[in-house]
């Protein structure tokens, strides 16, 4: 694991500092920032505490608007593979997948259709031929939109974009046959130092094993100087399980998978009735 000590200082006095995974949890169906939500973001900050986007996406993928409101100091990207300093866009910490790591796994895509996309230098960068193609990997022309939005496509091949960058955060497949999903995950699972989890049907999100939101959460609290018992996670899906677990307060929204449901302390609203914002106004409110 790689550290860079913050520069912000400690804030041990913080109330609470909540981590709250995007999509599917903080962002509703159609991917926005609901008013409530904007009205819970000023109270965190008139009481001192912190929000923490903590998501799958690359920096450059969280909406602009959230990263410079003054409740958010600090995000977690790429599922816990590098938390950065909100201001001034700086990876405090990182856990990288190295060139040599991520040729290997280029290689699980040979023989099949699948989209292999690399997160590095806080970008979410995307094979120009796949990028033109998503459509056959998504569900429906908007959410195709949306994937296409959050990725930058390059021209030249994988593994010569891969000879371009040192390291990454970590690596998605998509695909779309169950036996390329099948393939894949037999050659995930013989390498015990990743970490592999989902926030689709059709996808693997591939990181060092270190690499987790709940890493991440734990890691920030302690350079913080923040109690976990003061820490409180939202999320909706396994790649958010590491995090609701480690977190002092665990919360799946009404719409999250069973899994994470059941791995979580309690079960609140869902995406498309701000439950995040209704939790933590609430919680605000009881701690004074």
Known sequence: MSETRL????????PAIFFSDMDGTFLDDQKRIGPLSWKMLDAVAAAGALFVPCTGRALTGIPHELVEH????????????????ATSGEALMRTPLSR???MELLALTRGRDVVFDIFARGTCFCWRPNYDRLDAFTRDEAETRFMQSLRTPYDESPAEFIETIEDADR???LWRDPADRDALARGLAADPSLSVVRSLPFNFEVSDAQATKGTALTWLCGHLGIPLERSYAFGDS???????????????MANAEAETKAAADVTYASNNDEGVARFILEELARLG
């Open 238 to 252: 396994i790649n958010d399980l590491s995090m609701l677990g480690r977190a002092g307060t665990g919360v799946a």
């Open 7 to 14: 520069s912000m200082g400690a804030v041990p006095s913080a």
């Open 171 to 173: 690596v998605t497949f």
């Open 70 to 85: 003054p409740a958010v100091r600090y995000v977690v990207a790429s599922n816990g593979a590098a938390v950065y300093d």
């Open 100 to 102: 040599e790591r991520l």
